[in-house]
């Protein structure tokens, strides 16, 4: 099963999985039937999660709402750290999550709104370095691991600096490497290329440990908030979160 999720997720298009694995994942899931994890946002339990990624991650696919690690996390971040689920919020959720819209856009609190350039579940087909909002729309901005497909991760976030709120946050999680520096080449375009040095055929650039002082650089306030760190062991087991996973939490900066 690793090397077949492992190959899907190299070679068939971001849109075409987005559409066909919901069906797939959950015939998977009544294979794994269990009580030993919990996924926090659909409840549903299992003996274990499914492997996920490249190089697959044990226990990490929830076959139900397909939510991975960084979505149970932020799930539980947003209910213990924000008033997300009970505060009027008008939300931008870019790249939006199959764990997360239905569950988002039936909050009576949220004005929902998602968008991407190219993702069959948004409904507003938006380029992130010219967002067709005008300044200070939007109270909670959510990207995730869409920056390291951009042409340019610092416009974008300039954008998003530019339409948030006063007063406004948002979620940007990456993948983050153990580098020092982040790098980046624009004039490689060879996907094999590209997989070879930032991890992934349509990656432009493989992010460092200095990731948030990157994305400073917008004019956003970056925080690298160590949440996970404050839960009890046994609910990071039963999550089955990644212990040492940041949430890089975004505010409105000048």
């Given at each position: 099963m690793k090397k077949v999720i492992s190959l899907a997720i190299r070679f068939?298009?971001?849109?075409?999985?987005?559409?066909?694995?919901?069906?797939?994942?959950?015939?998977?899931?009544?294979?794994?039937?269990?009580?030993?994890?919990?996924?926090?946002?659909c409840k549903s339990e299992y003996k274990k999660f499914l492997p996920y990624?490249?190089?697959?991650r044990e226990n990490a696919l929830c076959p139900s709402c397909l939510s991975l690690e960084r979505h149970r996390l932020m799930w539980l971040y947003l209910q213990e750290e924000t008033?997300?689920?009970t505060d009027s919020l008008k939300v931008l959720h870019v790249a939006p999550?199959?764990?997360?819209i239905d569950r988002f856009e039936s909050l009576p609190?949220?004005?929902y709104i998602t968008a991407d350039i190219e993702s069959p579940l948004a409904k507003v087909k938006m380029?992130?370095?010219?967002?067709?909002?005008?300044?200070?729309?939007?109270d909670v901005i959510f990207c995730n691991h869409v920056l390291e497909h951009v042409d340019d991760d610092i416009l974008a976030c300039s954008e998003f600096n530019r339409v948030l709120k006063p007063g406004g946050w948002?979620?940007?999680?990456?993948?983050?490497?153990?580098?020092?520096?982040?790098i980046e080449d624009k004039s490689i375009t060879d996907p094999a290329e590209r997989e070879r040095l930032f991890g992934q055929r349509d990656h432009v650039r493989k992010f460092g440990k200095d990731y948030a002082?990157?994305?400073r650089k917008s004019g956003l306030l970056i925080e690298e908030n160590q949440f996970v760190k404050n839960l009890p062991k046994e609910l990071v087991k039963r999550h089955a979160l990644a212990p040492d996973e940041v949430i890089f939490v975004c505010r409105k900066g000048v």
């Open positions: 068939i298009p971001r849109p075409i999985l987005q559409q066909v694995s919901p069906l797939v994942m959950k015939v998977l899931g009544t294979l794994n039937q269990g009580k030993d994890v919990q996924c926090p946002i990624g490249r190089n697959p008033a997300f689920f999550e199959h764990c997360f609190n949220l004005d380029d992130v370095h010219a967002i067709p909002f005008p300044e200070n729309s939007f948002g979620i940007l999680q990456s993948p983050v490497y153990n580098l020092e520096k982040t002082e990157r994305l």
